[in-house]
């Protein structure tokens, strides 16, 4: 645990970083958040993450007490504060202390803003550890407007869907949705190769708007690598030529099984090396 | 808001109670929780709501740290430190503060418990005001262990879908699961009559295990009326002889439309109001 928190303003000590015990986030994870990293001792994709934050505050109707240059001064001043060069930062806003109780919140509430850091070291360029996960037996709900936003109240599915796939010795998990196609793993979106194109769940499979999908994507457009946004079923990945991860912190991470099932024969393919490879070099 | 609050053992004054804002209830909705009432001093089903809130509890694998007599001791502490003979108690329990960041929780975690109360009278006897409910978009997701249990994240869709109604104009709204099933109402269960019997959605339609639906299932039994639980569609419900929900605060409330629709005409009927006129004279 990292010694200083930015809590509504101010820098604290962790041990004094405290919140409401009446505080929506607490009590109904009525509240959203974004984890990005710094690198070099600068917010990586920046804009991205507000806009995302911005978007997932607007669909709950929580009001963004700063504006960007703010909630950049919080990350960079935490980030900061820790001496910190390279950093995991999580922003989390809540709709604040309830003014009283049930689902319905009272006008006038001030949101409550939370900026942590923890170290972080952007990932070696070398030959990545391919990493094996399990189908979870939890689907997401693509009808849920958590499926889209990231939301505290939005991570319970994922939280048992890890807890079960670590129990069962795997790394990660994989859910599908509730038509049975695939939507992403915990925390990251997932992406698979066939026949040299990318392939990678559309939002509407209930997934989050990945920020390191993004980056990818964008990676792979100027290599020339074809990408569809589509459905996909589990068969569909298990037939793959390779998958892959994408998430902020883990950057990209290879998949060498699925539910016990190798992908490939359990090599890392050469398309998710060359997306790593030139992710981090940007990084 | 209410003066005083339990938290961690202790009671302190509501502006002082607070909680680390690396706790993973605050941070991932990685709690549980239960919301009781107190009536003339004594909570109302006490060994009920232990009873769940240990099976939600133990559902995310997060130790309860008392025994039944602390929590019970912890429930009239607070709303005696209040003066309140009658009350609303919310008991939370997260799995406490971070030691690391990431789904996965390290382990020797302490966990959180507050115990909040606010003023609550038993509802008057008389004839009772029925309301109108929405039928949501968002679809409840069976296949969730959230859907079970009572957690901190498994209330967003609930937000989102009684935030739209209140925007509509409705007092709350009910909620299909994933194969278009009935499972509840936003923080209640419903139960719907026909031809004399009381239908309610199966557990695994992704309903939580009410406290007040058992109790008011234990007077069906009592008055002789027919008590299944089964599935139902939102035809079942628009076509039934009468609607009500059940819910710990609320008690038995007459629903007398949905979606729009008037049921049966609009009144409130027989068997609603017998259940609810025997729940509150024992209440």
């Known amino acids: 645990v990292t010694r200083y928190v ?3 303003g101010a820098i604290v000590e962790s041990s004094a970083a405290a919140i409401m015990a009446s505080d ?7 509240g959203v958040f974004e984890t990005l990293t710094v690198s070099g001792g600068c917010p990586v994709r920046l804009a991205d993450h507000l806009r995302r934050l911005r978007a997932s505050a607007a669909a709950l ?11 950049e001064q919080a990350v960079l001043d935490t980030a900061r504060a820790n001496d910190l060069a390279g950093a995991v930062v999580r922003v989390t806003l809540t709709r604040g202390p309830a003014l009283g109780r049930g689902l319905v919140p009272a006008d006038g509430a001030a949101p409550t803003l939370v ?11 070398g030959q990545p550890h391919g990493i094996r996960v399990a189908l979870a037996s939890v689907r997401r709900n693509e009808t849920s407007p ?7 109240g939005g991570y319970l599915d994922a939280l048992v869907a890890r807890a079960e796939a670590g129990s069962a010795g795997y790394d990660d998990a994989i859910l599908l949705n509730t038509t049975s196609h695939v939507a992403c793993a915990t925390t990251s979106n997932l992406c698979a190769v066939l026949r040299g194109a990318v392939l990678t769940p559309a ?3 209930g997934v989050l708007d990945g920020v390191t999908r993004r980056a990818v994507r964008e990676i792979a457009d100027a290599l020339g690598i074809q990408w569809t946004e589509t459905w996909l079923t589990a068969a569909d990945v298990l037939s793959a030529d390779e998958v892959f991860l994408t998430n902020s912190v883990r950057t ?8 016990g099932s190798q992908i490939a024969g359990g090599e890392v393919g050469p398309i998710t090396l060359a997306l790593r490879r030139e992710y981090l070099r940007v990084l």
Request: hydrophobic share 40%; glycine share 10%.
């Open 6 to 8: 930015w809590v509504n």
């Open 24 to 30: 929506r986030g607490f009590t109904l994870g009525d």
């Open 61 to 71: 109707s929580i009001p963004v007490p700063y504006p960007d240059g703010g909630l």
């Open 115 to 125: 900026v942590q850091a923890h170290p972080w070291r952007k990932p070696a360029t």
């Open 146 to 152: 958590a499926s889209r936003i990231k939301a505290i």
């Open 203 to 205: 939002l509407e499979c």
């Open 252 to 259: 990209v991470v290879p998949v060498v099984s699925v539910g």
